[in-house]
């Protein structure tokens, strides 16, 4: 480039204003698409999917055997171990540092942000026992699809980047990405013991087309629970007995008073309350959406069950149980306030909000079958985060340093090392309440988003000070995870429902909401569906019936 | 002050010569005026007393309270703990003034070229000007222009997109316009050039239009947070409206950690009501001194052209 192909800036610097072209339009795809097609050489046809290659042999799993739960887990049917206490004196996992010295380049989602590297010592801390030094690039789960798709744009990757599925991810993976199958299938995970220790059904997740290309964090496999507060139950003098569908509608009934703002439910009418319904009869919902039989598919929309949970939901919302601002207002807000009793939320809001409210007496209630007979399955959903992190692409000697730091940033509960990465420094970042690590203040200021690579901390089971809370965990998903229903798409991907299939999704949900308002009729739901079907549903059914067929060969 | 009648039995009160309304509609012109008021000023109230507010009564009011009852400051030492914000304050004030500065400089420069009948090319340019406001560049592209200016990471990334905007070349453009040659022609007879002619005759007629764009960028600068998203990856270098997002963001979409969860964090909403106090209180001083000139430089910008 000679200098007059630069332009300057202020303070004097200079700048090349070419721009590369093919990246150029590629950012133009990235907008369109969320890929990076031009990258991909070969001159196929960008339209069409890498195709589905040999299933890789899954990570052996070989759990931490240094410590014992005080409630053994069930890793059959995906229960986690669950402990009381942190063990005291935790042993060191790892002998010496994973790093060879460099810098590693992290691209996360993440909540917060801590205070730069001089002035933190944690990180400082961890940099240390790592052997290079981690920097971070953060932005929120909101504004996370804007951020993955400039990134993977500009073309410049982090060493480690957090994945949302988009369209042509499989040719995103296969372009930028490193494979990971060689170093972590089958006993090849063995040189990395603390991400051995990750449940298999986790490593599901971060499959794609067969290869693994990726680090997840395991979490256990239930979907949103239903979960009540005890304190205005026993303020209302009700007792929950739920056995079918009509205990649960008597219930919500019995919940229910106006005259004292308040009402059962507070949460999305036509996700949550009709999820739950729609679980209770045995059909996938919007966390759980397509069920498999034999290899067919078939989505939540054309369940025969569907138009009688939305009747019932539409009765619920007539009669007056579900909170009037459920669709637009703070839900968790009205739950605190007590205007609303039960709140649908993820795994994880059970044992966080026992901490913080610990008069709410939180309990759950499993689902039942909608028309009697015991408890209906749990429709399940992946083992892990769904967006994962991944490697660029790099020769095997790097590839397999980042996987060393993985591995420790995946110490395992009850390790050294697991206090270090997700609590920080003894005396600084946490005090040890007995055996027990509690946060101080300078935590939260202080926080180092290396959570996703792999994090043991929502398995196994541990709610710090608070084991009725782990205890009843356990006993919660030792009921409903060995009956659950498995959710068919987990590691299986979808090139329509990658690129059409959100929108599509968006005006389905916005006409459940209709319907439950009483705007449009139940009977609008079937065109509806027959359309989704033609524009996008037969085509999303077909591929992930296909790729489920070759993942079953 | 003006001569105001004493009442008597028979007459009506005047003021200016203007008759006075009688009591009662007096009275009903204040009630509706302070209940306009009221819906003005009482969601601010609402604002920071829930920002001040404990979690029990946030909790047994539904949400906002109007006054609290038990004042604590937890909220905000919550979100200035660790010195974050605080250098976050710092950045975007340093972004708003430089970058108010530098558009005013710009767009005052561009729109009087523009406004000088035989300037050279100038039709060419304001039509180029123009056809900007049909298109917006779009994300990826900008991003890859500021990628490939280097600009990444560095705080000129939040400033250069956004320094010349093509509407306010216009409204500035058409108050320009709107100045009587004869001033310019007889400051050009004096001997002035066009940068004094600019500088000691345009702009001091021009404290309005210069004062409303001034007003557009700083809040502009201000609020801005998703260009730093995308193009500052050192999160020690963002602005104030990007840290505080992080503690408003849905809690339902982020990663919840039963094991951090500590007794000293605040209500999340005091937390987040917090958030819009710190962010809204700087840029809202602002207004009072620029509000004489704001709804005159809008108004001329509005009707000439």
Same mark, same amino acid.
């Given at each position: 480039?000679?200098?007059? /192909?630069?332009?300057?800036?202020?303070?004097?610097?200079?700048?090349?204003?070419?721009?590369?072209?093919?990246?150029?339009?590629?950012?133009?795809?990235?907008?369109?698409?969320?890929?990076?097609?031009?990258?991909?050489?070969?001159?196929?046809?960008?339209?069409?999917?890498?195709?589905?290659?040999?299933?890789?042999?899954?990570?052996?799993?070989?759990?931490?055997?240094?410590?014992?739960?005080?409630?053994?887990?069930?890793?059959?049917?995906?229960?986690?171990?669950?402990?009381?206490?942190?063990?005291?004196?935790?042993?060191?996992?790892?002998?010496?540092?994973?790093?060879?010295?460099?810098?590693?380049?992290?691209?996360?989602?993440?909540?917060?942000?801590?205070?730069?590297?001089?002035?933190?010592?944690?990180?400082?801390?961890?940099?240390?026992?790592? +052997?290079?030094?981690?920097?971070?690039?953060?932005?929120?789960?909101?504004?996370?699809?804007?951020?993955?798709?400039?990134?993977?744009?500009?073309?410049?990757?982090?060493?480690?980047?957090?994945?949302?599925?988009?369209?042509?991810?499989?040719?995103?993976?296969?372009?930028?990405?490193?494979?990971?199958?060689?170093?972590?299938?089958?006993?090849?995970?063995?040189?990395?013991?603390?991400?051995?220790?990750?449940?298999?059904?986790?490593?599901?997740?971060?499959?794609?087309?067969?290869?693994?290309?990726?680090?997840?964090?395991?979490?256990?496999?239930?979907?949103?629970?239903?979960?009540?507060?005890?304190?205005?139950?026993? /303020?209302?003098?009700?007792?929950?007995?739920?056995?079918?569908?009509?205990?649960?509608?008597?219930?919500?009934?019995?919940?229910?008073?106006?005259?004292?703002?308040?009402?059962?439910?507070?949460?999305?009418?036509?996700?949550?309350?009709?999820?739950?319904?729609?679980?209770?009869?045995?059909?996938?919902?919007?966390?759980?959406?397509?069920?498999?039989?034999?290899?067919? #598919?078939?989505?939540?929309?054309?369940?025969?069950?569907?138009?009688?949970?939305?009747?019932?939901?539409?009765?619920?919302? /007539?009669?007056?149980?579900?909170?009037?601002?459920?669709?637009?207002?703070?839900?968790?807000?009205?739950?605190?306030?007590?205007?609303?009793?039960?709140?649908?939320?993820? #795994?994880?809001?059970?044992?966080?909000?026992?901490?913080?409210?610990?008069?709410?007496?939180?309990?759950?209630?499993?689902?039942?079958?909608?028309?009697?007979?015991?408890?209906?399955?749990?429709?399940?959903?992946?083992?892990?985060?769904?967006?994962?992190?991944?490697?660029?692409?790099?020769?095997?000697?790097?590839?397999?340093?980042?996987?060393?730091?993985?591995?420790?940033?995946?110490?395992?509960?009850?390790?050294?090392?697991?206090?270090?990465?997700?609590?920080?420094?003894?005396?600084?970042?946490?005090?040890?309440? +007995?055996?027990?690590?509690?946060?101080?203040?300078?935590?939260?200021?202080?926080?180092?988003?290396?959570?996703?690579?792999?994090?043991?901390?929502?398995?196994?089971?541990?709610?710090?000070?608070?084991?009725?809370?782990?205890?009843?965990?356990?006993?919660?998903?030792?009921?409903?995870?060995?009956?659950?229903?498995?959710?068919?798409?987990?590691?299986?991907?979808? /090139?329509?429902?990658?690129?059409?299939?959100?929108?599509?999704?968006?005006?389905?949900?916005?006409?459940?909401?209709?319907?439950?308002?009483?705007?449009?009729?139940?009977?609008?739901?079937?065109?509806?569906?027959?359309?989704?079907?033609?524009?996008?549903?037969?085509?999303?059914?077909?591929?992930?019936?296909?790729?489920?067929?070759?993942?079953?060969? | 002050?003006?001569?105001?009648?004493?009442?008597?039995?028979?007459?009506?009160? !005047?003021?200016?010569?203007?008759?006075?309304?009688?009591?009662?509609?007096?009275?009903?012109? $204040?009630?509706?005026?302070?209940?306009?008021?009221?819906?003005?000023?009482?969601?601010?109230?609402?604002?920071?007393?829930?920002?001040?507010? *404990?979690?029990?009564?946030?909790?047994?009011?539904?949400?906002?309270?109007?006054?609290?009852?038990?004042?604590?400051?937890?909220?905000?030492?919550?979100?200035?703990?660790?010195?974050?914000?605080?250098?976050?304050?710092?950045?975007?004030?340093?972004?708003?003034?430089?970058?108010?500065?530098?558009?005013?400089?710009?767009? !005052?420069?561009?729109?009087?070229?523009?406004?000088?009948? $035989?300037?050279?090319?100038?039709?060419?340019?304001?039509? !180029?000007?123009?056809?900007?406001?049909?298109?917006?560049?779009?994300?990826?592209?900008?991003?890859? !222009?500021?990628?490939?200016?280097?600009?990444?990471?560095?705080?000129?990334?939040?400033?250069?997109? $956004?320094?010349?905007?093509?509407?306010?070349?216009?409204?500035?453009?058409?108050?320009?316009?709107?100045?009587?040659?004869?001033?310019?022609?007889?400051?050009?007879?004096?001997?002035?050039?066009?940068?004094?002619?600019?500088?000691?005759?345009?702009?001091?007629?021009?404290?309005?239009?210069?004062?409303?764009?001034?007003?557009?960028?700083?809040?502009?600068?201000?609020?801005?947070?998703?260009?730093?998203?995308?193009?500052?990856?050192?999160?020690?270098?963002?602005?104030?409206?990007?840290?505080?997002?992080?503690?408003?963001?849905?809690?339902?979409?982020?990663?919840?950690?039963?094991?951090?969860?500590?007794?000293?964090?605040?209500?999340?909403?005091?937390? *987040?009501?917090?958030?819009?106090?710190?962010?809204?209180?700087?840029?809202?001083?602002?207004?009072?001194?620029?509000?004489?000139?704001?709804?005159?430089?809008?108004?001329?910008?509005?009707?000439?052209?």
């Amino acid at each position: 480039m000679t200098s007059a /192909e630069r332009i300057p800036l202020p303070g004097g610097a200079t700048a090349p204003i070419a721009l590369p072209r093919r990246r150029f339009l590629q950012g133009g795809l990235v907008l369109i698409g969320g890929t990076v097609l031009g990258s991909c050489g070969g001159g196929s046809d960008s339209s069409d999917p890498v195709a589905p290659q040999d299933a890789a042999e899954p990570p052996s799993f070989a759990p931490y055997t240094g410590v014992s739960p005080d409630l053994p887990g069930d890793p059959a049917h995906h229960v986690p171990d669950a402990f009381f206490r942190y063990p005291a004196d935790p042993p060191p996992f790892f002998d010496g540092r994973p790093g060879n010295g460099g810098t590693v380049h992290i691209l996360t989602q993440a909540g917060q942000i801590g205070v730069p590297l001089d002035r933190n010592t944690r990180w400082q801390k961890l940099n240390e026992s790592l +052997g290079v030094e981690l920097t971070f690039e953060v932005a929120m789960p909101t504004e996370w699809d804007a951020k993955q798709s400039v990134t993977l744009a500009g073309g410049d990757l982090p060493d480690i980047m957090q994945l949302k599925s988009m369209a042509q991810f499989p040719r995103v993976l296969d372009s930028e990405f490193a494979d990971l199958t060689e170093f972590l299938s089958g006993d090849a995970i063995e040189n990395y013991p603390a991400l051995a220790a990750i449940p298999s059904l986790a490593w599901k997740t971060v499959t794609v087309n067969g290869r693994i290309f990726g680090i997840p964090q395991s979490r256990p496999p239930v979907g949103p629970i239903c979960s009540i507060r005890g304190d205005l139950l026993d /303020e209302m003098g009700v007792t929950v007995d739920v056995s079918d569908g009509q205990d649960f509608l008597d219930l919500c009934r019995e919940l229910t008073d106006p005259a004292r703002n308040r009402w059962a439910i507070a949460s999305d009418p036509s996700q949550w309350s009709l999820g739950y319904v729609l679980e209770m009869m045995s059909a996938p919902n919007r966390s759980h959406p397509w069920s498999e039989d034999d290899g067919a #598919f078939t989505s939540m929309y054309e369940t025969e069950q569907m138009p009688e949970a939305l009747d019932v939901v539409r009765g619920m919302w /007539e009669e007056g149980l579900l909170h009037p601002d459920s669709f637009t207002g703070n839900n968790a807000q009205m739950w605190h306030s007590g205007s609303a009793v039960i709140y649908f939320q993820a #795994f994880p809001g059970w044992g966080n909000f026992t901490k913080t409210h610990p008069q709410y007496d939180l309990s759950v209630i499993p689902p039942m079958r909608w028309d009697g007979g015991g408890p209906a399955p749990k429709l399940l959903t992946g083992g892990a985060v769904e967006d994962f992190m991944a490697f660029k692409k790099a020769d095997a000697e790097r590839v397999q340093e980042l996987l060393r730091i993985a591995d420790y940033l995946a110490a395992p509960f009850g390790s050294q090392e697991f206090l270090l990465v997700n609590y920080g420094i003894e005396g600084e970042d946490y005090t040890l309440d +007995g055996t027990d690590p509690v946060v101080t203040e300078q935590y939260l200021s202080r926080v180092i988003p290396t959570n996703y690579i792999g994090s043991a901390r929502n398995v196994p089971l541990y709610v710090p000070g608070v084991p009725d809370v782990t205890r009843a965990q356990h006993e919660f998903l030792s009921d409903v995870l060995p009956s659950g229903a498995p959710d068919p798409t987990v590691g299986l991907y979808s /090139e329509t429902a990658g690129t059409k299939g959100a929108t599509e999704d968006r005006n389905m949900w916005a006409l459940q909401g209709d319907i439950v308002q009483g705007r449009r009729p139940v009977s609008d739901w079937a065109g509806a569906v027959e359309d989704w079907k033609r524009s996008v549903g037969d085509k999303i059914r077909q591929e992930y019936e296909e790729a489920f067929a070759a993942a079953d060969a | 002050m003006s001569q105001t009648d004493t009442p008597r039995e028979g007459r009506l009160r !005047t003021i200016n010569g203007a008759a006075l309304p009688s009591h009662p509609v007096r009275a009903a012109k $204040g009630i509706v005026l302070f209940l306009c008021c009221a819906v003005v000023v009482l969601p601010f109230l609402a604002v920071v007393s829930t920002s001040l507010a *404990q979690e029990p009564q946030i909790n047994a009011a539904g949400g906002y309270v109007l006054w609290p009852d038990d004042p604590s400051l937890d909220a905000y030492r919550a979100i200035f703990a660790g010195g974050i914000v605080t250098r976050a304050l710092m950045v975007s004030v340093g972004i708003t003034l430089v970058g108010s500065a530098l558009s005013i400089v710009c767009i !005052t420069l561009l729109a009087y070229s523009l406004s000088r009948p $035989g300037t050279f090319a100038h039709k060419p340019i304001l039509l !180029t000007v123009l056809f900007t406001m049909l298109f917006s560049p779009g994300m990826i592209p900008m991003y890859l !222009t500021i990628k490939q200016l280097g600009l990444l990471n560095s705080y000129w990334s939040l400033i250069l997109p $956004g320094l010349v905007t093509a509407f306010q070349v216009v409204i500035v453009r058409a108050f320009f316009l709107d100045i009587p040659p004869e001033l310019i022609d007889a400051a050009r007879i004096d001997g002035a050039g066009e940068l004094q002619i600019l500088t000691r005759i345009v702009l001091p007629l021009s404290k309005a239009v210069v004062a409303v764009i001034g007003l557009f960028n700083a809040v502009a600068y201000w609020n801005a947070f998703f260009n730093a998203l995308l193009y500052m990856q050192d999160a020690s270098k963002w602005p104030l409206q990007l840290v505080l997002r992080t503690y408003v963001v849905d809690e339902a979409t982020m990663d919840v950690d039963p094991n951090v969860v500590g007794d000293f964090i605040p209500a999340p909403q005091s937390l *987040q009501m917090a958030v819009l106090v710190v962010s809204i209180v700087p840029i809202a001083l602002i207004y009072p001194f620029l509000q004489k000139h704001f709804a005159k430089g809008i108004y001329i910008g509005a009707i000439k052209g």
